[in-house]
């Protein structure tokens, strides 16, 4: 199973645990039978847009959060937020890169 590692702006402090680094785990099938796409494509006019379900992306983000566990990451900074949430999102798109 893929895991990765993102390296946050600076170092965090929650619940005695001191962390710099975020690791979240590619999710599993049984992730997606429970949780669906994060997105979806529909078209507007001519051009394709992408709908993000956000209650699926923020469930798949506390659901592949190995370390610190996500319990301790209520205090990371937006950009730090949009990092792990990118990771993530990443798994689920071709090459690795996600929409952010």
Same mark, same amino acid.
């Given at each position: 199973?893929?895991? /990765?590692?993102?390296? !946050? &702006?600076?170092?965090?402090?929650?619940?005695?645990?001191?962390?710099?680094?975020?690791?979240?785990?590619?999710?599993?099938?049984?992730? !997606?039978?429970? !949780?669906?796409?994060?997105?979806? $494509? =529909?078209?507007?006019? &001519? =051009? %394709?847009?992408?709908?993000?379900?956000? +209650?699926?992306? +923020?469930?798949?983000?506390?659901?592949?959060?190995?370390?610190?566990?996500?319990? /301790? $990451?209520?205090? $990371? &900074?937006?950009?730090?937020?949009?990092?792990?949430?990118?990771?993530? !999102? %990443?798994?689920?798109?071709?090459?690795?890169? &996600?929409?952010?």
């Amino acid at each position: 199973m893929a895991e /990765k590692t993102i390296k !946050l &702006s600076r170092q965090y402090q929650a619940h005695d645990t001191v962390f710099d680094t975020v690791t979240v785990r590619e999710p599993r099938f049984e992730d !997606l039978l429970a !949780l669906g796409e994060p997105f979806e $494509l =529909q078209r507007a006019g &001519s =051009q %394709d847009v992408v709908i993000e379900n956000t +209650a699926a992306v +923020a469930a798949y983000v506390r659901r592949c959060i190995v370390a610190p566990g996500a319990e /301790k $990451l209520g205090e $990371l &900074s937006i950009a730090d937020a949009r990092k792990v949430r990118g990771a993530v !999102l %990443d798994f689920f798109t071709p090459g690795g890169q &996600s929409a952010d």
